[in-house]
């Protein structure tokens, strides 16, 4: 299978930071990642597909970035709602999908 | 809009099979573009996913949960079922639905609010 490792797992911040995620794969997967955010108690939400595609609907102010076995998650500038923890996901390998560990982002 | 809500027992014995289904609304669960997948996330862990199904009825799994793992459609009722056999405390979590996109990728665009099931005798 094929192993996601996002870091940090945690961080602090204040809003208006500019916050980047890291999500590497144990193996190339040629731009099939999402990634989600998830809030306490909800479902995760996609916010961005194929690396870097915005599903329709998420702020701008998240990006996406990365190939071969390494991409990031950005957020330009943090805004409240944003507090959660973040997923990276894999498609890569379709018979066996994985996500990342989680980054949870919190208020500093 | 789409909307998926999951339902069953809350509580399932150990070596006991956790059976669970999800309600599709707002779309029809034969469209060709999805497949309908369950993802398991334990308390204060990850997500893992399950498997998935087609409305041809073809399946995926995943291999750590293959042999104990059964998903099955129903297009007469828009809905899609997961059974989990020889459960145990591991088993624990909260269990979500979701509709997995089948044309730009492999990934999860809408999601039931999840359901806990605890393994506990």
């Known amino acids: 299978d094929i192993q996601m490792t996002q870091s940090p797992s945690s961080l602090s911040a204040s809003v208006g930071d500019r916050v980047t995620i890291t999500c590497r794969a144990s193996?190339?997967?040629?731009?099939?990642l999402a990634w989600y955010q998830q809030k306490p108690g909800k479902a995760p939400k996609l916010l961005l597909y194929a690396a870097s595609r915005l599903e329709s609907g998420v702020p701008s102010r998240f990006s996406g970035s990365g190939s071969g076995t390494d991409y990031t998650l950005t957020i330009s500038s943090l805004q409240p709602e944003d507090f959660a923890t973040y997923y990276c996901?894999?498609?890569?390998?379709?018979?066996?999908?994985?996500f990342g560990g989680g980054t949870k982002v919190e208020i500093k | 809009q789409v909307q998926l809500q999951e339902s069953g027992p809350g509580l399932v014995k150990p070596s006991q099979t956790l059976s669970l289904t999800c309600t599709v609304s707002g779309g029809s669960i034969s469209s060709g573009s999805y497949y309908w997948s369950w993802i398991r996330q334990p308390a204060g862990k990850g997500l893992e996913w399950i498997g998935r199904i087609y409305t041809s009825g073809s399946t995926n799994y995943n291999p750590s949960l293959k042999s104990r793992v059964t998903i099955s459609v129903d297009t007469s009722k828009n809905q899609f079922s997961l059974k989990l056999s020889s459960v145990t405390a591991a088993d624990t979590a909260v269990y979500y639905c979701?509709?997995?996109?089948?044309?730009?990728?492999?990934?999860?665009?809408?999601w039931g609010q999840g359901t806990l099931v605890t393994v506990s005798s």
């Open positions: 979701a509709r997995e996109i089948a044309v730009a990728g492999l990934f999860f665009d809408y």
């Open positions: 193996q190339g997967i040629s731009n099939s």
């Open positions: 996901q894999q498609y890569y390998s379709t018979l066996e999908l994985t």
